[in-house]
């Protein structure tokens, strides 16, 4: 018995190259898909946690130490605004605001040469305060580690910057520092033996302190 076999039409005939083409364009793309996902798991195992903690002003505080021949003044001054930058739990950096204008002596009493020191150290002879209200300083590097770091930042005060390095100490939501401050490096010249002669017992040191604990 004889078996009639119909040639297919063009259209009923297997496009070979086709199959083979969609074959290959499928392998590809489960490749790169396979691909994405790997960079995407190592990319989130390197990944670190960036968080800036705000500076509770309130709760923080800020000390100063002058020093002369003669002897010495403190006081204290207000944090105006700061934050801190972790990665991690590791410090990064920071931002703070200084309020010039709240320089307080605490070492002399009401009428008895409290206001007049106050008053010399917001003049132009030292800090300006009606010219330059505030100081920043911006950290730029930091290195360290559980809660232990060198820091160095940009210091501006009467709107001169340099930089400064200091040791910062970490705990308990608490950081605490102290910095030497050469005050000649911002134009406060006043008093100084560096520039001027003759001062003897009235010489004021080009160095002063600031003794910093930040609550946040």
């Known amino acids: 018995m004889k078996h009639n076999i119909t040639p297919k039409s063009e259209n009923q ?3 070979y190259s086709q199959i083979f083409k969609l074959s290959q364009n499928m392998k590809t793309n489960i490749l790169k898909t396979g691909s994405f996902l790997v960079l995407a798991v190592v990319f ?4 670190t946690t960036l968080l800036k903690k705000e500076i509770k002003v309130k709760e923080s505080k800020i000390t100063w130490k002058g020093y002369k ?3 010495s003044h403190e006081g204290t001054i207000n944090l105006a605004e700061g934050q801190l930058t972790f990665n991690d739990d590791v410090l990064s950096g920071g931002n ?10 605490t070492d002399l009493e009401t009428g008895d040469g409290k ?4 008053g010399h150290l917001k003049s132009d002879d030292f800090f300006g305060v009606e010219n330059y209200p505030q100081a920043k300083l911006a950290i730029t590097n930091v290195k360290g580690k559980n809660g232990n770091f060198q820091v160095t ?7 001169q910057t340099h930089p400064t390095s200091f040791n910062m ?9 102290n910095l030497k401050i050469d005050r000649t490096k911002y134009d406060i010249k006043y008093g100084s033996s560096s520039f001027f002669d003759g001062l003897k017992d009235k010489a004021i040191y080009d160095e002063f302190d600031l003794n910093v604990t930040l609550k946040f």
């Open 13 to 15: 005939k297997i496009n």
């Open 44 to 47: 989130t195992s390197f990944t």
């Open 69 to 71: 021949v003669a002897g």
């Open 96 to 105: 703070f605001t200084i309020d010039m204008t709240s320089i307080n002596v």
């Open 115 to 118: 206001e007049n020191l106050e």
């Open 153 to 159: 930042g940009d210091l501006t005060i009467k709107g």
């Open 169 to 177: 100490n970490i705990a308990n939501k608490t950081a605490t520092a």
